[in-house]
T-cell receptor
Framework: AQSVTQLGSHVSVSEGALVLLRCNYSSSVPPYLFWYVQYPNQGLQLLLK??????LVKGINGFEAEFKKSETSFHLTKPSAHMSDAAEYFCAVSEAVGYNKLIFGAGTRLAVHP | GAGVSQSPSNKVTEKGKDVELRCDPI?????LYWYRQSLGQGLEFLIY????????KSGLPSDRFSAERTGGSVSTLTIQRTQQEDSAVYLC?????????????FGPGTRLTVL
């Protein structure tokens, strides 16, 4: 079965600093990987996804993630944090069934300080 | 365009009562999903619909939980005889076809509190 581990339930950065949110997965089949963001009292919004092809995936709001098969990782980065990036971030893997059943990590809450 | 909508946004009920949560997916999306988000369990898959059929109900926690979808559109999640452990945010998502690469679009959720 697929699973996702997000290291660090809370991450705090200064405005303008690098954001790095870690995600490791386990999968018995080629994984399809997703990062979602959740702002307070809102649903989840897709930041980016990896299915096939280029391993460096660019998403919205300046975020990107790199799929590294050898490390079973899909870390999310942003070169310069903005106050508006404060939110909870979820990494997910699509389970190996015929449809998109998402298995989510526990989430990482990002705080951005001035 | 219109996104996924859910109603009510908040629901407070007493233990033992039945509740119905509604989801209106994006028009034309054939796949619909329900998830539950709670402090202790994180984000959990509940059920998947393709059209009006539910080929995967494996995430429903107990037989008190049921869901239906009508007209390939609106879905209702029903919880009978609610318990305090049912308190959570219930999220609905829809996607175009339901393939593994599809993007799921989430609604804002219904926050259920069972007293």
């Amino acid at each position: 079965a697929q699973s996702v581990t997000q290291l660090g339930s809370h991450v705090s950065v200064s405005e303008g600093a690098l954001v790095l949110l870690r995600c490791n997965y386990s999968s018995s089949v080629p994984p399809y990987l997703f990062w979602y963001v959740q702002y307070p009292n809102q649903g989840l919004q897709l930041l980016l996804k990896y299915t096939t092809g280029a391993t460096l995936v660019k998403g919205i709001n300046g975020f990107e993630a790199e799929f590294k098969k050898s490390e079973t990782s899909f870390h999310l980065t942003k070169p310069s944090a903005h106050m508006s990036d404060a939110a909870e971030y979820f990494c997910a893997v699509s389970e190996a069934v015929g449809y998109n059943k998402l298995i989510f990590g526990a989430g990482t809450r990002l705080a951005v300080h001035p | 365009g219109a996104g996924v909508s859910q109603s009510p946004s908040n629901k407070v009920t007493e233990k033992g009562k039945d509740v119905e949560l509604r989801c209106d997916p994006i028009s034309g999306h054939t796949a619909l999903y329900w998830y539950r988000q709670s402090l202790g369990q994180g984000l959990e898959f509940l059920i998947y619909f393709q059209g009006n059929s539910a080929p995967d109900k494996s995430g429903l926690p107990s037989d008190r939980f049921s869901a239906e979808r009508t007209g390939g559109s609106v879905s209702t999640l029903t919880i009978q005889r609610t318990q305090q452990e049912d308190s959570a945010v219930y999220l609905c998502a829809s996607s175009s076809f339901g393939t593994r690469t599809d993007t799921q679009y989430f609604g804002p959720g219904t926050r259920l509190t069972v007293l």
